[in-house]
Nanobody, 123 residues
Framework: VQLVESGGGSVQPGGSLTLSCAAS????????IAWFRQAPGKEREGISS???????YYKDTMKDRLTISIDADKITVYLRMNNLQPDDTAVYYC??????????????????WGQGTQVTVSS
């Protein structure tokens, strides 16, 4: 089971990015998938999740800027991020667990993690 993130990069304030998380060796059918981020010196925080039943979850302070989705084959999960600001600079990780995540935004709820992709927001 492997998760492979892509789509990170450098963007100016106000810009947008779409991150991808591809499943390797399995599909996301019956999995809960989440996106976390970790800024330097800070704890890893959950920002969005897609439950195994398709229910989306978002960090309250970011819900107006994020959209999580999955492709029809359930191989790739996407996170669209709009109006990015410098404090969005972090390494972004996807995570997955079969069926239920006890708490969607807790790192302890997930068994599988990707390697992370850097997002840098600066002018």
């Amino acid at each position: 089971v492997q998760l492979v993130e892509s789509g990170g990069g450098s963007v100016q304030p106000g810009g947008s990015l779409t991150l991808s998380c591809a499943a390797s060796g399995f599909t996301f059918h019956d999995y809960s998938i989440a996106w976390f981020r970790q800024a330097p010196g800070k704890e890893r925080e959950g920002i969005s999740s897609l439950g195994h039943d398709g229910t989306p979850y978002y960090k309250d302070t970011m819900k107006d800027r994020l959209t999580i989705s999955i492709d029809a084959d359930k191989i790739t999960v996407y996170l669209r991020m709009n109006n990015l600001q410098p404090d969005d600079t972090a390494v972004y990780y996807c995570a997955a667990v079969w069926r239920y995540a006890l708490f969607w935004d807790s790192v302890n709820s997930y068994d599988h993690w990707g390697q992370g992709t850097q997002v840098t927001v600066s002018s």
